[in-house]
């Protein structure tokens, strides 16, 4: 980017000071030189390159580059580092890079304002050939500096990420997949139960409950010649009530102790409950 005509660094009194002095990148003290000027006569100034042939201006951060001149007495040494930590605080400009050009320090730019641009004044430090460290106000030329608002905005504000298309976000797809298919595992599991209880339903039903724990009390009402018979037959008929009332009546007399059983009967045979209770002591 070309300076502006007129301003400082072209004017008479930066003319003078060129043909004086010398760059601090590539100073190298003399013998007997050493402080002989004061470090007053040190300064510092960043110039924009000059821009290609036919290249458009930049706009609002795009990256630039730009030279520091550094003038001043042989010895002194500009510390770059001190330059790039100067900006790093300047919200209107950020150092992109930098690089070192016929003893000069050139930096690559990014400028957040848009028209012309005169960088804030930062403090950089330089080296002198006694080996103090002195602060020197760098002074800018003027930057141009392109605008990238559309036709009537008049603020820059930071690049929005892109707004997302509307419709359902793939982890809602995800889990309604999950979903659908424990549910359709749970349904699974249950018809094959159901299955499994309706064959025993339908083999029990082929035989008639009360039939079939009439002819059990029946086979045992002879009488056992042993004890231990006897308890037995008593046993047989104890499980012959309880089959009857868990296949005529589904009720869970087989896991269920006789007091249990009595408790919980059905409707229809609550009127029964003295002598089943009866029947169920004596077995």
Known sequence: ??????????????????????????????????????????????VPDPLPAGAAEPTV????????????????????????????????????????????????????RTGEVVLPA???RVATATGDTIVVPMLSDTFTMASVLAPGDTLLADIKPLWPEP??????????????MALALALLWWWRRRRARGGRGSSASAVDPYEEARRRIEELAREPPTAAE???????????IRG???DRWNAPARERTSFEILHALPTPLAQERPALGAILNEV
């Open 1 to 46: 980017m070309r300076p502006r005509r007129g301003t400082p660094s072209r004017g008479i009194a930066g003319r003078a000071m060129a043909v004086a002095a010398i760059v601090l990148a590539t100073a190298v003290p003399a013998p007997g030189q050493e402080g002989a000027e004061a470090p007053a006569a040190v300064s510092l100034r960043i």
């Open 61 to 112: 951060g795009d990256p630039v580059w730009a030279t520091v001149r550094a003038f001043g007495p042989r010895g002194t040494y500009l510390l770059p580092a001190s330059v790039t930590a100067a900006y790093a605080s300047r919200p209107e400009v950020a150092v992109l890079g930098s690089e070192r050009r016929d003893g000069q320090l050139r930096l690559r730019l990014a400028i957040f």
């Open 122 to 124: 930062v403090d950089a």
């Open 167 to 180: 419709g359902t976000p793939l982890w809602v797809w995800a889990a309604l997949a999950a979903l659908a």
């Open 230 to 240: 006897r308890t037995l037959a008593a046993a047989g008929n104890g499980d012959a």
């Open 244 to 246: 009857y009332l868990a």
